[in-house]
Every structure is written in structure tokens, then in C-alpha cells.
């Protein structure tokens, strides 16, 4: 005996239920009833409390979820996430192929982040965060005959920078950007022809920042991520990308 399909209306209510629990937890943070940390009532109180289904709570609670918001621990219950925010990567993936944004316009988008905020560790990193992008450094000089260890440094040196940066949400954004990168490089750092000169440009990037050099540190990030991407082509056997453009005066 077949299963008669679902009708296209339960399918809507059911979303419509699920981003119903959405809004009711936003409303809960906006107004500070939940924060970092707190517990969420029952699927069962949930439930009662918005008028929708238990399905629709868990529905709503996988959304949360997905967007770093909640988080499920067995035996315990469901948790407003603690700690700094994070953003999942792979909708950023989605959106740059739906609206045709190639890796070269996600590199631009990767510049402006990642200079703005090196300019603002610069301006307001501690000497606790300033050791650690020290230490990285270090460990990225440590690693030149060792690819993926010296990429490890490296993505924790781009954290330790945003981190510095003192703005959560930026550093957010950052991450999620820079993980298609990473993610990327993975597979490609260990044809990487010259690991000392990417670990000099960090070393400048740093130097920068301890001299609370604001403008010296956007700009060597800059020329960081600029020359990050024509190494990327070179390693992968591609030509080098095309010279931005420049506007006449």
C-alpha cells in the first residue's frame, strides 16, 4: 500500500510552525530572557508555550542549530550557544554560486575583512593577544618543511588577528569566510613554493601590530591576502588572476 504524499500545505504550515519557534527564541535573546549559556524549556514546554507541534519545536531548534545559535547536549537538554559567535561557511558558499560570485570575488570580499581588521588589532590588541600572534609567527617559522602544520599556524594566526580586532561579530565573518580558503589550501599547501616568504609577511603583519601601526598593519595585510591569492594560482598551475582595476583621476 502506497503512503499518500504529503499535501503542499502541510509542507507550509510545517515551515511556517518551525520559523515560528525561530522568532520565539529571537524575541527571548532580544529581550535578554535567554542568554549565553541558558537552557531552553522542553521540546514539551516549547511546544505549549508557541502553540505549534513538538515536530515543529525540533524543526526550529535544527535551525537554531544550523546557525550556531543552540546547542543540543545528550542527557541535558538544548543551550543558547556560549562563547564568541560563529557562522557556518557553507551558506556563504551557496550565495557566492547562486549570485555567480566567483573565488575571486570572495578573495576581494576576504581583503576588505582581513585588512579592516588588522588596522583594528592594531589599534587594540592586548599584549596577551599580541604574544599569541607572536607565538604563531613562530610556529609558522617552525613548520616551513611540515605544509599542514604550517597551515594550521597559519589560520590560527588570521584568528588570533581578528580576535585582537576586538569586534566578535567581525571575527564571525572573517571565519566563515576564511574557511573556504583553508579549506581549499588544504589540499593544495603541500605545493606551496615558498612557505618563508608567506611566514615573513605574517612576521610584517605582526610587527605592524605591536608598533600599533594602524595603517601598517591594513596595509601589510592587504599585500598579505593580494599575494596570498596570485601563490594559490601559481601553486595550482593557473594563470595569475588579473590586476584589479584602477579608476583615473
Keep these: 500500500m502506497k503512503t499518500p504524499p504529503v499535501p503542499a500545505t502541510a509542507l507550509v504550515d510545517d515551515v511556517d510552525a518551525a520559523e515560528q519557534v525561530v522568532a ?3 524575541t527571548m535573546i532580544e529581550g535578554r530572557a ?3 549559556g541558558d537552557r531552553l524549556a ?13 515536530t515543529s519545536v525540533r ?4 535551525w537554531l542549530a544550523a546557525m550556531g545559535v543552540v546547542q543540543a547536549r545528550r542527557g541535558a537538554g538544548t543551550f543558547i550557544t556560549d562563547g564568541p559567535p560563529t557562522l557556518v561557511s557553507e551558506p556563504l558558499r551557496l550565495i557566492a554560486s547562486l549570485h555567480g560570485l566567483d573565488l575571486a570575488g570572495l578573495w576581494e570580499v576576504r581583503r576588505v575583512l582581513e585588512a579592516g581588521s588588522a588596522s583594528l588589532a592594531a589599534e587594540r590588541a592586548s599584549p596577551e ?17 611540515d605544509p599542514q602544520v604550517f597551515l594550521d599556524y597559519d589560520l590560527r594566526f588570521h584568528r588570533a588577528v581578528a580576535a585582537a580586532a576586538g569586534n566578535p561579530m567581525l571575527g564571525a565573518i572573517i571565519e566563515a569566510v576564511a574557511e573556504l580558503f583553508f579549506e581549499q589550501r588544504r589540499h593544495t599547501i603541500e605545493r606551496a613554493h615558498n612557505l618563508q ?18 595603517e601598517g598593519a591594513r596595509a601589510a595585510m592587504d599585500e598579505h591576502v593580494r599575494l596570498a591569492r596570485l601563490a594559490q594560482a601559481q601553486d595550482d598551475g593557473l594563470p595569475p588572476p588579473p590586476a584589479p582595476k584602477t579608476t583615473a583621476r
Design 42 to 54: 522542553s521540546e514539551r514546554d516549547l511546544a505549549l508555550q508557541i502553540g505549534v507541534s513538538r
Design 129 to 145: 593577544q599580541i604574544a599569541t600572534i607572536s607565538d604563531e609567527v613562530t610556529g609558522m617559522y617552525s613548520a616551513l618543511n
Design 197 to 214: 616568504e608567506t611566514a615573513d609577511m605574517h612576521r610584517k603583519i605582526y610587527q605592524a601590530i605591536r608598533a600599533r601601526d594602524v
Design 24 to 26: 520565539h527564541v529571537r
Design 59 to 62: 524543526a526550529g531548534l535544527r
Design 34 to 36: 535567554l542568554r549565553p
